[in-house]
């Protein structure tokens, strides 16, 4: 934790909109950290609420993000701990979180992690349409009834499938990681496809007050860089020419209210 950091006159508002802006990187992290979607999201959610209790008094630490994953880690910690008076765990997690001496704060790691997440979700080990609802999930934060809205299928079906995309994870203890290149083809496809799904819920949201997310299109722009120089193969080079001449656009779309423009009325020299 930094200093108290008195420029914030309300550290609720601050941490409302750190919250919003990192909550899914955060989440990334702590997957990797604790090897199991449902033990991250509530660690997060406790690392928040820890948040909630510490910042207003001690200050906003200077590294938010990095504080988060370092809570969301021991919280888990806890969590596991309290879980194992009651159901047997994978052997070695806890003294594994314990002993784990990597850097919290270590930002090109906890980057990195929301690409391991989307190599994680589009495992061929799952049919394509479960590997695109787990991503638009786990790395867009989408709601189920959107996904599913997407999908035309109804939201307790898209549900299940979720539950048991992220179930079979878990049993199979597939790995949280880049697979290795000779195996990265396999999966191009679907990776190509969230990045631009990310992107394009950025482009034009399906649901909320807004009409546009920027941070998603920005979020899957970055990815696009990560993928073109993990792989530099035509469709994903193509893909981020595709996102940068969509991007381009962004401020001449919406008006100054957040109303939509019409190309034909939209001012080009604004980008």
């Known amino acids: 934790m930094g200093q108290p950091d008195h420029s914030y006159p309300n550290a609720v508002n601050v941490i409302e909109t750190i919250y919003r802006d990192n909550f899914q990187a955060v989440f990334a992290t702590l997957i990797r950290l604790l090897g199991d979607f449902d033990l991250a999201e509530e660690a997060l959610q406790e690392a928040f609420k820890a948040a909630l209790e510490q910042w207003p008094k001690n200050g906003i630490p200077t590294n938010p993000k990095a504080w988060l994953v370092s809570a969301g880690r021991f919280k888990g910690i806890d969590i596991i701990r309290r879980r194992s008076r009651f159901e047997t765990l994978p052997d070695g ?4 979180l314990s002993d784990d001496n990597s850097d919290d704060s270590n930002e090109i790691a906890i980057e990195d992690d929301r690409l391991r997440l989307i190599f994680t979700c589009c495992h061929p080990a799952f049919p394509q349409e ?3 609802a787990l991503t638009l999930r786990e790395v867009c934060g ?3 009834e ?3 809205n997407a999908f035309l299928v109804p939201a307790p079906t898209l549900a299940q499938r979720i539950v048991r995309a992220k179930t079979k994870i878990r049993a199979a203890r597939i790995p949280y990681q880049v697979p290795e290149t000779n195996n990265l083809p396999e999966r191009l ?3 190509l496809h969230v990045i631009y799904l990310i992107f394009n819920e950025g482009y034009f949201a399906s ?3 807004n009409l546009t997310r920027p941070e998603l299109s920005e979020e899957a722009i970055r990815l696009g860089r990560l993928l073109v120089e993990l792989l530099p193969e035509p469709e994903a080079a193509g ?4 996102m940068f001449l969509q991007e381009s656009r962004r401020g001449a779309r919406t008006s100054p209210s957040g ?3 019409l190309l034909e009325e939209q001012d080009r020299s604004l980008h």
């Open 93 to 96: 997690i806890e003294d594994r």
């Open 130 to 132: 479960a590997q695109i």
């Open 142 to 144: 989408l709601t189920t």
């Open 146 to 148: 959107a996904i599913a």
């Open 189 to 191: 496809d679907s990776v």
């Open 207 to 209: 649901s909320g007050a």
């Open 239 to 242: 893909l981020l020419a595709l």
């Open 259 to 261: 109303d939509l423009v």
